[in-house]
Each structure stands twice: as structure tokens, then as C-alpha cells.
């Protein structure tokens, strides 16, 4: 059976003051998840926020919080992602930590797992880790990491296929300039959980946005 078909908008997009009505609104607009982008600005040159924040979001919503760990030591922030409520912990391939750690520690935690690739590094570079089981979604980026509302790259489509062909079973997600324009070519690759921030929290009609991102990925299942 293939993977279920997720839109998790980006709060990056959102409105930070009023974070937690901008999360209500995607969530009865038919979102499934919340996407967190943690930066640190130095493993990418923008700062957003941590663990605190999370925590404060955590109180207002039930939603699936899908923690984006942009950050040269995601070791620092497992335990406080845990203890502020998240449940997906997605740290960068390239950083300078021994992967298959990370992802016990995250699991020990109570965490799902998730592993991202930037534009510039291959897939075989997640095999090690999702050969052995230790994670549970690869997040393929399809612009460069750091900040919203950039282009979408068609051209790491190749890399989201290849990945789905070897893990057929595994939560694939996709980040960056995701919309009504680009939904159908990360879709036919074979993602299956849709990061969406302008195009979500810029439209006037935010169920119809997440709608057409998810019948695509179901479309393109069948």
C-alpha cells in the first residue's frame, strides 16, 4: 500500500505573532501536519526559533508537529524538541554528528524520525540509515535550505524517485516552492507529504490550496 498522502504547511510562511490562529486556520483548512523550520543561523544564514516556541505552539494545537532541524548540532535539541511536544525530528544528513545516533536518540525519545537532503547532496547519502530502518521519512529539498517563498527545483524530481523506488514503504516529503504549478511533478516522483508555505498561507481560500496538493499525491498513488 502506498504511503498516505500528508500537507504539512510551513508556519515559516505564517504570521509568527499570531502563530497559533495561522495553525488553527491550516488545520481545519484540512492540513494533517505542521511544519517547523528550526534554524540557527549558522548552518543556514537565517534564524527562526526553538524548542520554546514549539512548546507554545504545543498548547494550542493536537496537530503532528513536523520539526524541520536546520541546525549544525541537532544532537542539542532532542531533548527539548521532546520535552516541548514535537513528534517528527528531521535533522540534515550533512551535518557533523554520527547519523545513526541521532536517529536512537529521536526514537528513544518518543520521536518519529526524519532525514533531509540538500539540493546539492545525493540520495545514496541516506541509504546507510534508511537501509537499517532508523528513520522513518527522507525529506528532499527542493530548493536551498534557509528561507520561504523561493523557486522550486524540478530537477531533484529524479532523486525523490529514485528514493521511492527503493523505499516504497517510507514517508517522502518534499519542501520548497511546492503549489498548484509544481504539486504534480513532486507527486508523480513519489512524495507523499507536501511542505507548502506561500502558497497555503497566501491564498484566499486555504482549504482549496491544501485539497489540490493532496489530490494530487492521491492522484498520482493510484
Not at 497566501?202 to 485539497?211: E, F, M, Q, R, T
Request: aromatic share 6%.
Amino acid at each position: 500500500m502506498a504511503p498516505t498522502a500528508i500537507v504539512s504547511p510551513s508556519l515559516l510562511a505564517s504570521d509568527f505573532a499570531r502563530m497559533a490562529d495561522e495553525a488553527k486556520k491550516v488545520i481545519d483548512g484540512g492540513a494533517d501536519w505542521l511544519h517547523l523550520d528550526i534554524m540557527d543561523g549558522h548552518f543556514v544564514p537565517n534564524l527562526t526559533f526553538g524548542a520554546p516556541v514549539v512548546k507554545c505552539l504545543a498548547k494550542h494545537t493536537d496537530a503532528f508537529l513536523d520539526c524541520h532541524l536546520m541546525v549544525t548540532n541537532p544532537g542539542d535539541y532532542v531533548e527539548p524538541l521532546k520535552d516541548a511536544g514535537a513528534h517528527m525530528f528531521t535533522f540534515h544528513i550533512e551535518v557533523d554528528e554520527a547519523a545513526a545516533v541521532l536517529c536512537d536518540r529521536a526514537r528513544a525519545a518518543g520521536m518519529k524520525v526524519g532525514v533531509a537532503l540538500k539540493p546539492g547532496t545525493p540520495a545514496k547519502a541516506v541509504h546507510a540509515i534508511c537501509d537499517a530502518g532508523l528513520v522513518d521519512m527522507v525529506l528532499v529539498m527542493t530548493v536551498e535550505p534557509g528561507f520561504g517563498g523561493q523557486k522550486f527545483q524540478p530537477e531533484m524530481m529524479p532523486k525523490v524517485k529514485a528514493l521511492r523506488e527503493r523505499y516504497p514503504q517510507i514517508d517522502i516529503q518534499v519542501d520548497g516552492g511546492l503549489g498548484p504549478a509544481t504539486i504534480e511533478a513532486a507527486a508523480t516522483a513519489g512524495a507523499n507529504v507536501i511542505v507548502a508555505g506561500s502558497s497555503v498561507f497566501g491564498s484566499d481560500d486555504v482549504p482549496k490550496a491544501i485539497a489540490v496538493l493532496k489530490d494530487a499525491v492521491t492522484a498520482a498513488a493510484k
